[in-house]
């Protein structure tokens, strides 16, 4: 089911890849889980204009239930691009840049339609000091949008604002920064250094920014594979994301410099070739040289910490100290970046592990300090 759907993981198909996709649909033999496996993924909008084109014969239920996916995420990508404009209207008249990151922009971007791609949260990004008032408009325009304690910002967001229109839920999340406090990386909207890319609104047609194609597809390789890949797993539609980019802007981007800045991008993109193939224009101006197919496809990260381990303790310890300790070939090299040739020896018995204890000894030390916390307050509790 998964190598069904990660290859109609793109925006795009090849006469190749409806090939692909009618063989892998004719080895499936259990079709009833698809739809809800596809939904959770992200890809049944997707799946089912892919599956069609390729004239895979459906199972009438699922047809029904695709077709209605499909057709849910068209009429909810109407509403947000109608409530996008008009926030990108209301923050060009108070003078505040804001750019739509992530599934907001890609979906008009790099999709033949939005409606291919869902996307819960509006995400955009404004320049830290404007961070306040951009939150502050978000309430005068009908939005339940809290504003932090003393205006400090928090983290790389603002707490999401919401509202209903159309009766869907929109939610809003101003970003002054692309990553968390604790990450190593950290860009603002002054950081960036690659051209704008700009792109148009249905309805009006009115014009909206978002991060350069560089940016955008080292932002999406960050946030699909290494930021979520630990403590989620990571949803086709990011992947799908990174793969659309690329694909749409081949001839475009500058692959030796991104080679040289962002190396985690090619590395990434040489990975999701061996689920839903590349294009050849792609693999020849990227230089990319794939490798086999890694065992475990699409198998996520089941060890510690992606949950506590009082609630993996009913598997037992030997099956928690293997899932923590040996994950997925696929996993690996897509959490580490180490792309579909890279020698995943070093990785599995020497960087993962060092890293898992590293996180061990963070666990460690925040007990004790805890631990000190609480004989402190008690003693001050004695004393007084």
């Not at 993924?41 to 009438?60: D, F, K, M, S, W």
């Not at 951009?134 to 999401?160: E, I, M, R, T, Y």
């Not at 080679?259 to 050849?280: A, F, G, K």
Request: overall charge positive; proline content about 7%.
């Amino acid at each position: 089911m998964y190598r069904l759907m990660a290859l109609a993981a793109r925006a795009k198909c090849a006469d190749h890849h409806y090939h692909l996709l009618a063989w892998a649909a004719a080895q499936l033999e259990e079709w009833d889980g698809v739809p809800t496996r596809a939904e959770a993924e992200g890809v049944a909008p997707l799946l089912y204009v892919h599956l069609t084109r390729a004239g895979v014969p459906l199972p009438q239920a699922v047809k029904r239930k695709l077709l209605g996916l499909y057709l849910r995420h068209r009429h909810a990508n109407q509403i947000r691009a109608a409530v996008l404009a008009d926030l990108l209207a209301v923050y060009q008249a108070a003078g505040i840049p804001a750019l739509v990151l992530k599934g907001a922009a890609l979906a008009h971007l790099v999709y033949p339609e939005s409606g291919l791609r869902p996307f819960s949260d509006i995400d955009l990004l404004v320049p830290k000091a404007k961070a306040i008032q951009a939150q502050s408009l978000l309430a005068d325009l009908g939005f339940h949008a809290p504003l932090p304690p003393g205006d400090v910002l928090p983290g790389k967001h603002l707490a999401a604002a919401t509202r209903f229109t159309g009766g869907i839920l929109i939610s809003v999340e101003v970003h002054h920064n692309l990553f968390n406090t604790p990450s190593p990386f950290s860009m603002e909207l002054d950081d960036l250094t690659t051209p704008l890319r700009a792109f148009c609104l249905p309805g009006d047609g009115s014009a909206a920014y978002t991060l350069g194609d560089e940016e955008m597809l080292w932002h999406l390789c960050q946030h699909g594979t290494v930021v979520n890949a630990l403590f989620a797993t990571p949803r086709l539609i990011w992947l799908a994301d990174i793969v659309s980019l690329a694909e749409r802007y081949a001839t475009e981007i500058d692959w030796p410099r991104l080679q040289t800045r962002y190396p985690l991008v090619l590395n990434t993109l040489s990975l999701l070739h061996t689920m839903t193939p590349l294009s050849d224009t792609l693999l020849n101006r990227a230089a990319l040289k794939p490798g086999r197919v890694p065992q475990g496809l699409g198998k996520p990260f089941r060890g510690w910490p992606n949950a506590s381990l009082s609630s993996q303790r009913p598997k037992g310890y030997r099956r928690l100290l293997l899932d923590t300790f040996f994950p997925s070939e696929w996993w690996l090299r897509l959490y580490y970046g180490l792309g579909s040739i890279r020698p995943v020896f070093w990785c599995r018995w020497l960087r993962h592990p060092l890293r898992i204890m590293g996180w061990s000894a963070q666990l460690l030390w925040q007990q004790v300090k805890q631990v000190r916390w609480l004989g402190n307050s008690k003693k001050r509790i004695g004393q007084n």
